[in-house]
Nanobody, 125 residues
């Protein structure tokens, strides 16, 4: 079992930045692929970014490519999501998710076994 806790959400104006953190406990986090998903009110949860446990390879949704950056610090058991050039459509609750030693950093919700409780991001225009 691994427990995930997100933080760093808040309210920001369009064009601003935030850094989200996902802190893990319970297992060696370096063995897990980690992804960020987001869910806007009334919409389905969607993939934003992921980072693999092997070599830290990353992937991004087209909607955030070039604006968001996912990274990890295994010594701190933490994965970050840097959100830059925020838009009103980025408003959502952001969730981190983890999966043990998958071959690639998947974009599918069903591929992840552990989830945090979410952190809310609100972008005003």
């Amino acid at each position: 079992q691994v427990q995930l806790v997100e933080s760093g959400g808040g309210s920001v104006q369009a064009g601003g930045s935030l850094r989200l953190s996902c802190v893990a406990s319970g297992r060696t986090f370096s063995n897990y692929n980690v992804a960020w998903f987001r869910q806007a009110p009334g919409q389905e949860r969607e993939f934003a970014a992921a980072i693999s446990w092997i070599a830290g390879s990353t992937r991004y949704a087209d909607s955030v490519e070039g604006r968001f950056t996912i990274s990890r610090d295994n010594d701190k058991n933490t994965v970050y999501l840097q959100l830059n050039s925020l838009k009103s459509e980025d408003t959502a609750t952001y969730y981190c998710a983890a999966r043990f030693r998958a071959l690639s950093a998947s974009s599918r919700l069903s591929d992840y076994d552990y989830w945090g409780q979410g952190t809310r991001v609100t972008v005003s225009s």
